[in-house]
């Protein structure tokens, strides 16, 4: 069963590729046109985006920087992911929409709930950016919140593994993957999905959350098909 209104988290780092730093140009473009094809079945997307490509304030702070100060700095950052993948969506002519927590009227409408949801019902994508606008808060708790905002059906967030293992599978050949999960076993056994505030906040509004393997071509477009990619969280606990 497709979903009709869901919200897809992105990473910085899915935006990077394989450089070491900031954006792939053939990346994002790549993504912009599978995106492409889910807004063509009519399905409501939103996106929010991370910054770690560019900037990431949990690194800074744990140099010395101040945290609040280096959160902002990386809240900016997303700010530009978010553009950069405005302009490769409407490349591929979809209309897309960026709203920010943090005012920038020159660059970006402000992040008001019912302009969101008007923009989702008129067929545009909608990119959040600027995090929640509060430090302390990841963009993964901020992809929460939105999507309980929004009333999405589903949060996909798109990575470089193929799902949920129980144990790092790059260092251990034996990890087993997890085709779902409930939310409690994921906060239980901290097994960093999504970060504990993210996964409540999922677990309070009962939003699934399906990650999958975003460098695999045609993921994004099974996953909102319903089709079985990845790990699903939010349903019983069984492995691959």
């Known amino acids: 069963m497709a979903y009709k209104r869901v919200l897809l988290k992105l990473s910085g780092e899915a935006l990077m590729g394989n450089l070491g730093y900031g954006i792939d140009p053939m990346v994002v473009s790549a993504i912009a046109q599978e995106i492409s094809e889910v807004v063509a079945q009519g399905i409501q997307l939103a996106i929010v985006v991370g910054g770690g490509n560019i900037f990431r304030g949990v690194k800074a702070a744990s140099a010395g920087m101040d945290r609040a100060t280096a959160d902002y700095i990386g809240m900016i950052a997303t700010v ?38 008007r923009h989702l ?26 999507a309980a905002e929004i009333d999405a059906e589903v949060v996909f967030k798109a990575t470089k593994v ?51 393997d975003l460098s695999v071509t045609g993921n994004i ?6 089709e079985p990619v990845g790990t699903l969280v939010g349903g019983f606990c069984e492995v691959s």
């Open 80 to 117: 530009m992911n978010a553009m950069t993948l405005q302009d490769a969506l409407e490349r591929a002519q979809v209309p897309t929409r960026v709203l920010t927590a943090i005012a920038m009227q020159e660059l970006a409408e402000p992040y008001i709930r019912r302009r969101a949801i």
């Open 121 to 146: 019902e008129k067929g545009r994508v909608v990119v959040f950016g600027a995090g929640s606008g509060n430090p302390f808060f990841t963009t993964d708790t901020t992809a929460a919140l939105r």
């Open 162 to 212: 193929d799902g949920v293992y129980d144990s790092d599978p790059s260092h251990n050949p034996n990890a087993r993957r997890f085709q779902s999960l409930t939310y409690g076993h994921v906060l239980t056994h901290d097994l960093r999905v999504m970060d504990g505030t993210a996964i409540a906040l999922c677990k309070e509004n009962n939003i699934p959350i399906v990650v999958f």
């Open 221 to 226: 477009v099974r996953a909102v098909k319903g």
